[in-house]
């Protein structure tokens, strides 16, 4: 009798558990907000990054540590396939490449971008900066040049140089009126032409590739590059004197595809500009330690060098100012031309 009320009752416990409401599963407020946030973040992106510079020159310093940077703020999701040496070819190339989409980021020197933006021009003018500080100061602001880039699918991230270009020879210059008559290698540009002629010297064109000889042999009587260059083609060899004039610096743009830029998320875009502006001032840096470590080499294997008084330079490139102020007028005033 007892064993059978035990029955019962475990029966009539059973059809009540059974019977009651089902009760709502027990939900986990931080598991669902990390689904949520996942499925809404962007998939991890690679960058192409061509340089057509060495990976262990400043300029591919100043890649690499843009993509480092990069991959650091990112934590992992953004990172960079540097294609350094000219592997993806020329600037040209590279351009065309970043225009049609082939490409995502480049260290292009400001040179090859003329065609694209006229304006880049006005940086070749002569003596243009007094000192590093002075041309990053004068440079922070990108919008003068901004809008021709971008006309041509191109947005500027920042600026990267490889050091002032200074004067050899085999005697002295002490003033402007010793440039008269000497024979100096000089791009092949214009403007850089036509600071030499307003110097009084006498530009000639010689191939990087013949450049040595031709100074040992005394087809010409001097060159200009930077320290840097200067020292890593034992150009001390062959010329007995480095002038620093610093007459022109020389300029890179660190720029990506406007067509790569629009496909990156708020987020994306943010952690770029912050890696540019660090890799920026990391490749400055670097630039001007370098070029101060090549001038000591350069005087410490026989050169000697001398300072050139800065404002006899200005005076005297005073014709080359007139001859661009109608192509260069504004932007030569936001320099102080």
């Known amino acids: 009798m007892k064993k059978g009320l035990v029955l019962l009752a475990v029966a009539v416990l059973l059809t009540a558990c059974s019977t ?8 986990n407020p931080t598991t669902t907000e990390t689904t949520v946030t996942e ?18 020159s400043l300029l591919g310093q100043g890649a690499a540590a843009f993509s480092e940077k990069l991959e650091t703020l990112s934590g992992g999701s953004v990172t960079c396939s540097l294609l ?15 225009q049609s989409g082939n490409c995502d980021v480049s260290l292009l020197p400001v040179s090859a971008l003329t065609t694209q933006c006229p304006e880049l021009g006005v940086l070749g003018l002569p003596f243009l900066f007094e000192s590093y500080q002075e041309a990053r100061e004068l440079l922070g602001d990108q919008a003068m040049f901004s809008e021709s880039l971008a006309a041509s699918g191109l947005r500027s991230l920042g600026w990267m140089t490889t050091g002032f270009r200074q004067v050899t020879a085999n005697r002295a210059i002490s003033t402007p009126a010793d440039f008269q008559g000497l024979a100096i290698q000089a791009q092949p540009d214009e403007l850089h032409q036509a600071v030499f002629q307003a110097l009084g010297a006498i530009p000639t064109m010689v191939s990087a590739d013949e450049l040595y000889d031709a100074l040992e042999q005394g087809a010409v009587d001097g060159q200009e590059s930077s320290y840097l260059s200067i020292d890593n083609r034992d150009l001390s060899r062959v010329q007995s004197h480095v002038m ?12 990506i595809s406007d067509a790569a830029y629009q496909n990156l998320t708020g987020q994306q875009r943010t952690w770029l500009e912050q890696a540019a502006k660090d890799a920026v001032d990391i490749q400055w840096a670097a630039a001007m330690e370098e070029n101060e470590v090549a001038k000591q080499s350069c ?3 026989g050169m000697t060098a001398i300072t050139l008084g800065r404002q006899s330079l200005v ?11 109608e192509q260069y007028g504004e932007l030569m005033r936001a320099f102080n031309r």
């Not at 809404?40 to 262990?56: G, S």
């Not at 620093?244 to 720029?255: D, F, G, P, R, S």
């Not at 005076?315 to 102020?325: L, M, Q, T």
Request: proline share 9%.
């Open 20 to 27: 009651a409401s089902p009760q709502p599963a027990t939900t």
């Open 39 to 56: 499925t809404t973040q962007a998939p991890p992106l690679r960058l192409t990054i061509a340089c057509t510079a060495p990976e262990d």
């Open 84 to 98: 350094a040496g000219g592997t993806m070819g020329t600037d040209t190339e590279v351009i065309s490449m970043l």
């Open 244 to 255: 620093e004039t610093n007459h022109v610096l020389e300029l890179h743009i660190l720029a």
């Open 299 to 301: 005087i410490e294997k």
């Open 315 to 325: 005076d005297a490139a005073g014709p080359v100012y007139d001859e661009y102020r």
